[in-house]
T-cell receptor, first 111, second 117 residues
Framework: DAKTTQPTSMDCAEGRAANLPCNHS???????VYWYRQIHSQGPQYIIH???NNETNEMASLIITEDRKSSTLILPHATLRDTAVYYC????????????FGPGTSLSVIP | GAVVSQHPSWVICKSGTSVKIECRSL??????MFWYRQFPKQSLMLMAT?????????EQGVEKDKFLINHASLTLSTLTVTSAHPEDSSFYIC?????????????FGDGTRLSIL
């Protein structure tokens, strides 16, 4: 299973873009990169996922490098409500489709 | 809106009692659901995979007789913490994904906070 590496914590000023990096150098060709976040005392929330092309939705953008060994989640205009732990996950390709969480990045959006 | 619902959201009970937590998929049928446990300031730890109509698959180190999982219908999985003790106090979270393509994301419930006195 491909593993991911994320910074433990990051700060971002309110209104600025938050760029959260993730390394997944052992990702295999058919594995997707998923991002979830967990706001304190809530269940994780799905944000976005991608295979090799950059993706954008109403919440965020996902930039995946051409070699797919790393990716960046971009929150274009961070708000205080974006303060959360962000998890970058490479999908385990088993018949059970398990999601294995690493420690994630604790993002603090500062007023 | 929410697509996976958990109940209860919070429970406090005495040591030695059993506690049942429900996980429902609201607008889709889920043949597979997952149960996680999360201790304070830690990440989610996968406990088991709940399979509709068959036995659950437990992760290494998780006691199957302690954490009973039943997936009796395509929209409901239950986790029963038997003879709960204070060390079982934790945040329990379930998830499920819509059937279809294998790259569907997991949707998570809002979690159940269990406190054993």
């Amino acid at each position: 299973d491909a593993k991911t590496t994320q910074p433990t914590s990051m700060d971002c000023a309110e209104g600025r873009a938050a760029n959260l990096p993730c390394n997944h150098s052992t990702i295999s060709g058919n594995e997707y990169v998923y991002w979830y976040r967990q706001i304190h005392s809530q269940g994780p929330q799905y944000i976005i996922h991608g295979l090799k092309n950059n993706e954008t939705n109403e919440m965020a953008s996902l930039i995946i490098t051409e070699d797919r060994k790393s990716s960046t989640l971009i929150l274009p205009h961070a708000t205080l409500r974006d303060t959360a732990v962000y998890y970058c996950i490479v999908r385990v390709k088993t018949s059970y489709d398990k999601v294995i969480f690493g420690p994630g990045t604790s993002l603090s959006v500062i007023p | 809106g929410a697509v996976v619902s958990q109940h209860p959201s919070w429970v406090i009970c005495k040591s030695g009692t059993s506690v049942k937590i429900e996980c429902r998929s609201l607008d889709f049928q889920a043949t597979t659901m997952f149960w996680y446990r999360q201790f304070p300031k830690q990440s989610l730890m996968l406990m088991a995979t709940s399979n509709e109509g068959s036995k659950a698959t437990y992760e290494q180190g998780v006691e199957k007789d302690k954490f009973l999982i039943n997936h009796a219908s395509l929209t409901l999985s239950t986790l029963t913490v038997t003879s709960a003790h204070p060390e079982d106090s934790s945040f329990y979270i379930c998830s499920a994904s819509r059937p279809g393509q294998s790259n569907q994301p997991q949707h998570f419930g809002d979690g159940t906070r269990l406190s054993i006195l």
